[in-house]
C-alpha cells in the first residue's frame, strides 16, 4: 500500500519561509508525479505545484517565484521550499503521488501552515 506523509508545517511571519518535506513508500519503481495542494478554509483544493520524475514542474500561478519545487527520485521524496510567505498562503498543504500517468494519486495527511504576525 502506497504511503505518502508531509512534515515541515508550522507558525511563520508574513515574508518568512517554510521547507515542507513528503515521503512516499510502497512503490517499487517510483512515482511518475509528485507535488503539492493545498486548501484553505472554506475554499476548495488547489494545485501548488508538482514535478514529474524527469524534473518537469508546474506551479499555480499564485506561487511561482516564490515557491520551488524539487524532488530526490531515490527516496521518492519531495520538497517544496516556501518563501515570501504571505497570509494567502495559509492553508493545509497536502502532498500527492502517482505511480503512473493513468494511476490514481496517494494522499498524505496534510500539514498545517499558517502565516500570521
Known amino acids: 500500500q502506497v504511503q505518502v506523509v508531509e512534515s515541515g508545517g508550522g507558525l511563520v511571519q508574513p515574508g518568512g519561509s517554510l521547507r515542507l518535506s513528503c515521503a512516499a513508500s510502497g512503490s517499487v519503481f517510483g512515482f511518475y508525479v509528485m507535488g503539492w495542494y493545498r486548501q484553505a478554509p472554506g475554499k476548495q483544493r488547489e494545485l501548488v505545484a508538482t514535478m514529474t520524475s524527469s524534473g518537469s514542474a508546474n506551479y499555480a500561478d499564485s506561487v511561482k517565484g516564490r515557491f520551488t519545487i524539487s524532488r530526490d527520485n531515490v527516496k521518492n521524496t519531495v520538497y517544496l521550499q516556501m518563501n515570501s510567505l504571505k497570509p494567502e498562503d495559509t492553508a493545509v498543504y497536502y502532498c500527492?503521488?502517482?505511480?503512473?500517468?493513468?494511476?490514481?494519486?496517494?494522499w498524505g495527511q496534510g500539514t498545517q501552515v499558517t502565516v500570521s504576525s
Open positions: 500527492n503521488a502517482r505511480q503512473t500517468s493513468v494511476s490514481n494519486p496517494s
